[in-house]
């Protein structure tokens, strides 16, 4: 590792720190890396340096296959068709003298790969010679748009046999076969049919689809869509009874109960037809192998960046952000593919260290991984694992190669608690690293931008030699006076760091606490994103969360099963699912603000059957208007006319917002000058910010580097894009990125690319992809339910509310009705609270809400609920739930409307229109030894008290309403039942939190009983004293004489 690299651009400040010597690993590392023509290693030139044939695209090939090339061959690079310079000491060939300068003293120019081991190297990205930071130019005749280069991943067996002709080609084959036979690695008599037959198989098979959609059976789905119609259709009379028979003894009861229950069929609607089109996915792995990883081509898998977001490692422990580290550093995907980006939002020096004894672990871990291919790779979550972890394992030095591991795991997690233990008090003077440096982040709210690169191609190999993928810590700037918006704003810097650092064209995001479980995760989505049809048109493929130590019963719903397996399947077949926050692969063009591609209709199909005249009324007319939108444009070039942005039809006053497609297509053909007229560069500055790097980087579709950079310079950029001013006077979270506004991002993120025309996936593999933690105590679960509806009551009162952001775009209707559930869902609680009231009063005051019921009238209520069983069952029979997952979440509806929605409503309304703003700390996350403890541990929190009042005033409405009918004889009994039936609903429904409340011990907080008992009291009296039933009096009012009579 070069050591730590803080900085800041707008103070003119880059210093590295904590410079580690690394000489021990030198270029050994490199010398591993194998010829990509014959397969042999690569060896070094007469300095010890590792032979780089191609300086243009750094394409892999040894000395004898370069000088095979320049002697025999066409003399180019087969990656980039770059002609080979001559290297010193090599026969010269034709063509060499028309160099201008000797090959003899030609250097190595391509840095990108090359490993830093003098020390000068390390401190060449301080200062210029003044000490002032000068950011790189973008020139227009520049290497800023050289960015339609291919990247070093190599290119397909197919585009390399473009290049020549057929006879060509055919002699290029027959060499190679001669000089492989010479080599012993080709027999003469290889390659009769029956390989060919076998061969054409193969291909065959990869030429198949990387995926299908499993439609739900007909059975199981026409019965579930009739029985909503039926509903719908009985909602209605229902209605029609209720509003023309009012309870006119019980007029303001009768009237609130009315307008509670059109609010809930109104909820019903929102919830229920997104889920009219619910479809399953499955994937082919073996098809994307067979494809992209062709034995003895270059691997043509995309690369990932993944992200990993971290604030307060006190709060989120660092154990677990290692774990999730560790999962992401041994994933099933070519190291080479792979960066990991940890995002340290509290810039803390205890997460630093994490990740160095991290790193460090690594390098024995993920061998032991894919060697003995065991899931899940997070050490911590493996060997806690209580199964037969012998099963399937036939290597005999697995047991012992186990026990070491899992004592040196033990040993490693001994060293991040003793870190932890450190981190508990903070020195008076701050902390200082090892060199004796002053840590730069004492400061967690002024502190300059920091990066470390810990692995990759210029890190530590691991214990057998290999490469590793790249691990990167990253903390943005901070200085008082900016708006830093918090998470998404941290994703956003990590956005920009690795677009100059790797980019990646895909990019994965998950919490600090949610590690990949399955390591052929990201091959799943590529199964998605990597296909030509659909591939381009994708903007994320979203999995399912699924968590770790919830208890058997998932009391809270925290597993919300009901809404992973239900309302996104259900959204999967209309334009795609949500962004829920994590576990999703996004496409970074989708996240740069670009419209997706258009696929061109296909014209109508004529006939020479019908007279000219019959043709110009019918598809002349069609032909002639796309004639007349071709039309020459600047230079002369003939264009057709291209789709509007999608930003420019829906929403006034934006910014330009620029069509990949235009861009990419309007460039081919011109010359560096006539790109500068074509696209100004200040338009993009404007939108992306001023960084010519990650600029450049925009335009590249399929990723990778732009050419003429070196990491000295990237390293200088990465560091300006983290600074705090950077997005000022950008479009950053307004149209790129992660889209500020709301502490729930995520919706409003995947909303706007969604409105965009982006569709996206839901990917459910058979093994869960990615496990996290979820709070499982009750406090802790509804402060974490609160902050999502105080995000969606946020997006409500915004511009980009559903209800009226993005009309005339392509957000399809069905997926505006999910959306606009997503954040109109919190003002349920207002209609739930009063509607749990109703019963309680009811049985208190002797009042329905329901006159006397004909048959006709109790068929419909019959009807009615039959329906809504029906719907659920029907509901579960095509999704697989369970009926206890069902009822757990109907339960915290309940709960979570009567309690952190209603206070997600009112606060979310005074941070809107008061500006007072409300601080939420980070769900704690459970690393506990005792299982399931967190279950009965107990906070005070003032969301307790709305349903406890709630519980204890229909408990003595039921008393009451008992008390009543046992004095008042059996011709109460038949009124009562009906409100009996209510209450007890809401008892019900209740009763998960009235067990959170008692706890192990069967105890609740005496502040909590005290609180409650006064309001229902406090409730209850004023009822008494101020009855709205009583009749009012007419006559004569009679008063006392004062006369005793």
């Not at 160095?356 to 690594?362: D, K, P």
């Not at 830093?484 to 064209?505: D, E, F, I, Q, Y």
């Not at 077949?573 to 591609?597: E, H, K, M, S, W």
Request: proline share 5%.
């Amino acid at each position: 590792m070069a050591g730590l690299i803080a900085g800041s651009h707008t103070r003119n400040e880059l210093h590295v720190l904590h410079a580690v010597d690394e000489s021990r690993h030198g270029v050994r590392q490199l010398v591993g890396k194998t010829c990509r023509v014959c397969g042999d290693e690569i060896g070094l030139k007469e300095d010890g340096e590792l032979f780089v044939a191609c300086h243009e695209c750094g394409f892999p090939v040894c000395k004898p296959c370069y000088e095979y090339e320049r002697s025999e061959g066409n003399k180019c690079c087969p990656q980039c068709n770059t002609r080979y310079k001559r290297h010193k000491g090599c026969a010269r060939v034709a063509g060499d003298e028309e160099e201008n300068f000797d090959a003899d003293y030609f250097e190595d120019e391509f840095q990108l790969k090359k490993n830093y081991d003098s020390p000068d190297h390390q401190h060449i990205i301080n200062h210029s010679e003044n000490g002032d930071y000068h950011p790189q130019q973008w020139h227009p005749n520049g290497p800023a748009f050289s960015s339609m280069a291919r990247s070093v991943g190599g290119e397909d067996f197919e585009g390399e046999k473009e290049i020549y002709s057929n006879a060509e080609w055919k002699d290029r084959v027959e060499k190679w076969k001669t000089r492989q036979e010479k080599r012993g690695l080709v027999s003469k008599d290889d390659g009769g049919n029956g390989q060919d037959d076998e061969d054409d198989i193969l291909m065959a098979e990869a030429r198949q689809p990387l995926w299908r959609k499993v439609p739900i059976s007909s059975s199981l789905i026409n019965p579930y869509r009739i029985v909503i119609v039926l509903r719908f259709v009985i909602l209605l009379f229902f209605f029609r009874f209720r509003i023309l028979t009012p309870a006119y003894d019980a007029y303001p009861l009768w009237l609130i109960s009315v307008i509670c229950e059109i609010w809930f069929a109104l909820s019903w609607i929102l919830d229920q037809f997104p889920k009219w089109f619910p479809i399953n996915r499955e994937t082919y792995l073996d098809r994307l192998s067979m494809r992209f990883e062709r034995e003895g081509e270059p691997n043509r898998l995309s690369a990932v960046d993944v992200y990993v977001s971290t604030v307060d490692p006190l709060k989120e422990p660092p154990i677990i952000t290692a774990n999730t580290v560790l999962s992401i550093l041994s994933v099933d995907y070519p190291v080479e593919k792979v960066s990991c980006y940890v995002s340290d939002d509290g810039a803390s020096m205890l997460l630093f260290d994490t990740l160095s004894e991290t790193a460090e672990f690594a390098r024995r871990w993920v061998p032991f991984c894919k060697k003995h291919n065991i899931e899940p790779r997070a050490p911590e979550f493996y060997f806690s694992q209580k199964i037969d972890y012998l099963k399937d394992k036939v290597q005999a030095t697995f047991v012992k190669e186990r026990r070491a591991m899992k004592r040196e795991y033990e040993e490693f997690k001994v060293r991040i608690n003793a870190l932890v233990a450190k981190a508990q008090k903070k020195p008076e003077e701050g902390w200082v690293m090892q060199d004796g440096t002053p840590w730069p982040g004492n400061n967690t709210r002024d502190h300059p931008g920091m990066i470390q690169v810990y692995l990759g191609s210029a890190g530590a190999l691991d214990v057998e030699g290999k490469e590793l993928p790249k691990l990167v810590y990253v903390s943005r700037e901070k200085r008082p006076g900016y708006q830093h918006h918090k998470k998404a704003g941290a994703m956003n810097a990590l956005v920009r760091v690795s677009a100059v650092l790797t980019n990646a064209p895909f990019l994965l995001n998950l919490d600090c606490d949610h590690y990949i479980n399955n390591s052929k995760a990201i091959r799943e989505a590529m199964c998605f994103l990597m296909d030509p049809q659909l591939g381009k048109k994708l903007c994320y493929v979203q999995f399912p969360q699924r968590f770790d130590g919830i208890d058997p019963n998932d009391r809270y719903a925290n597993r919300n099963v009901v809404f992973f397996d239900i309302n996104m399947k259900g959204l999967d077949g209309i334009q795609g699912p949500v962004y829920v926050g994590t576990g999703c692969v996004f496409n970074r063009q989708a996240l740069y603000g670009y419209d997706p591609p258009v696929s061109e209709k296909r014209p109508k199909m004529t006939c020479d059957c019908w007279p000219s005249w019959c043709c110009c009324c019918c598809g002349g007319s069609r032909k002639s208007k796309s004639k007349k939108k071709e039309g020459k444009g600047w230079l002369g070039v003939p264009f057709t006319k291209k789709k509007k942005m999608m930003g420019k039809s829906y929403k006034k006053g934006s910014s330009p917002v620029f069509d990949l497609e235009e861009i990419e297509e309007g460039l081919e053909g011109y010359d560096e000058l006539e790109k500068s007229s074509l696209m100004s560069q200040k338009n993009f500055e404007k939108r992306f910010g001023q960084s010519p790097v990650f600029i450049t980087s925009t335009l590249m579709e399929d990723g990778g580097l732009p050419e003429g950079t070196n990491s000295t310079s990237l390293i200088k950029e990465a560091i300006h894009v983290i600074s705090c001013g950077y997005e000022e006077k950008t479009e950053w979270g307004k149209e790129i990125g992660w889209i500020y506004g709301s502490v729930t991002e995520d919706i409003l993120t995947g909303f706007k690319m969604h409105c965009r025309g982006w569709k996206s996936i839901y990917c459910v593999p058979e093994l869960a992809a990615f496990k996290g933690s979820a709070p499982i105590n009750l406090s802790d679960r509804l402060h974490q339910v609160l902050r999502w509806a105080l995000g969606s009551v946020e997006i409500f009162l915004s511009r980009h509310c559903p209800l009226w952001y993005g009309y005339g775009g392509k957000l399809k209707w069905l997926e505006r009705l999910a959306y606009t559930n997503t954040i109109v869902y919190p003002f349920t609680s207002i209609p739930l609270l009063a509607y749990c009231t109703i019963p309680a009063v009811c049985l208190l005051t002797g009042k329905f809400i329901i006159p006397t019921l004909t048959n006709l009238t109790s068929v419909w209520f019959l009807a009615l609920f039959l329906s809504i069983i029906v719907t659920g069952v029907l509901e579960l029979r095509w999704s697989g739930v369970s009926i206890q997952d069902w009822w757990r979440n109907e339960q915290f509806w309940v709960i979570g409307g009567v309690s952190a929605h209603l206070f997600a409503v009112f606060q979310g309304l005074l941070k809107v229109l008061a500006g007072v703003d409300t601080n939420f700390t980070v769900t704690a996350k459970a690393a506990d030894d005792l299982e399931f403890g967190d279950l009965y541990l107990f906070k005070w929190t003032t969301l307790l008290i709305p349903p406890t009042t709630l519980i204890i005033l229909n408990m003595v409405g039921v008393v009451a309403g008992v008390s009543d009918a046992i004095n008042n004889g059996y011709k109460s009994w038949g009124p009562l039942f009906g409100k009996l039936f209510f209450a007890f609903w809401v008892i019900l429904h209740l009763y998960p939190f009235l067990k959170g409340l008692m706890g192990r011990q069967n105890r609740t907080p005496t502040i909590v009983v005290l609180w409650s008992i006064l309001l229902a009291s406090i409730f209850s009296l004023l009822w008494v004293r101020i009855d709205p039933f009583l009749p009012k009096q007419t006559g004569p009012v009679l008063r006392q004489c004062g006369v005793e009579c």
